[in-house]
């Protein structure tokens, strides 16, 4: 199984929540999701023998070996110099949908207008203690503020349940997380989606502008993914993005990248206190 992640995109305008702030990370290649979330209606998947190549490198410029990339049916894995080769692609309303995976890495889920014999560029984040990605294992009774690259996810005690299951959770909790700066040189090439298409509440299509994003994996003893427990709701905390300042309107919606449309969706707002803005989110999926 593929991890789970809440993308969040904060975005301005009528424009992200993946932390630019983004919602639900559910994957046509993850075919056992909770039937419970939202965004789970039957999705239509066709395969089409439509090409796609490209090189998938770290963040330092390293291409990477061995990143298993998938795409409904069709599989690759990259070679010793980062390079995959696609024959056929899953297309979802026009629009392909690929999985990027590579243990000790972030998943990428990448979606862009369906195109013959196209080329992508994939960043990918390896799962460490650093300036932009937060490794944590604590207990489930005890509430956490989980902290990478200036953004913060306050989660209270007590606040998990196993992904499937209505019970609370009790035990150890492993967390992963990472942050995306919209002013990172390979921004681009290491966000979810690809061309920051996204859907309003009202069915309305938008383009967004990035405030940053941040991806969070949730693990019990023996490896479950874990959800917050309904009911319950995380707080996210996020800067401004260096050259951004000047445009602080007070409050901003927020977003989550739904890995079965490969599109965004709007998930509430956040409002400005300060130098940051603070927003509520009731599920990372």
């Known amino acids: 199984m593929n991890h789970k992640f809440y993308r969040f995109s904060f975005f301005l305008m009528a424009l992200l929540l993946s932390?630019?702030?983004c919602s639900e990370l559910k994957s046509l290649m993850n075919p056992d999701e909770d039937p419970d979330e939202p965004g789970d209606d039957p999705i239509e998947v066709n395969m089409v023998s439509y090409s796609?190549?490209?090189i998938v490198k770290d963040v330092n410029g390293t291409p990477l070996e061995g990143v298993l990339v998938t795409s409904g049916t069709a599989s690759s894995t990259t070679n010793t110099e980062g390079l995959f080769d696609l024959s056929e692609q899953a297309m979802v309303e026009r629009?392909?949908?690929v999985r990027f995976s590579k243990d000790g890495y972030f998943d990428v889920v990448r979606s862009a207008p369906i195109a013959y014999d196209d080329t992508w560029n994939v960043v990918m984040c390896k799962k460490a203690n650093n300036d932009y990605?937060?490794?944590k294992t604590y207990n489930a009774s005890t509430a956490q503020t989980l902290t990478a690259g200036g953004m913060t996810i306050d989660l209270p005690k007590n606040?998990?349940?196993i992904d499937g299951d209505d019970e609370t959770y009790s035990g150890k909790v492993k967390t992963e997380m990472v942050y995306l700066d919209p002013n990172h040189d390979s921004f681009a090439e290491m966000m979810p989606g690809g061309d920051l298409a996204a859907v309003r509440s009202d069915n309305s299509r938008v383009a967004l502008l990035s405030y940053g994003m941040a991806d969070l994996n949730m693990f019990g003893n023996n490896g479950e993914k874990l959800q917050l427990?309904?009911?319950v709701?995380?707080?996210l905390t996020f800067p401004i993005p260096a050259g951004m300042e000047s445009?602080?309107?007070a409050s901003i919606p927020l977003w989550s990248f739904n890995e079965k449309t490969g599109l965004w969706e709007e998930e509430g707002s956040a409002t400005l206190q300060g130098d940051v803005y603070v927003g509520e989110v009731s599920h990372f999926s």
Do not use: V
Request: aromatic fraction near 4%; hydrophobic fraction near 30%; glycine fraction near 8%.
């Open 229 to 231: 427990r309904k009911g």
């Open 247 to 249: 445009n602080r309107p």
């Open 19 to 21: 932390l630019a702030s």
């Open 159 to 161: 606040a998990y349940r």
């Open 95 to 97: 629009r392909s949908l």
């Open 133 to 135: 990605t937060s490794i």
């Open 52 to 54: 796609l190549s490209g």
């Open 233 to 235: 709701k995380a707080q």
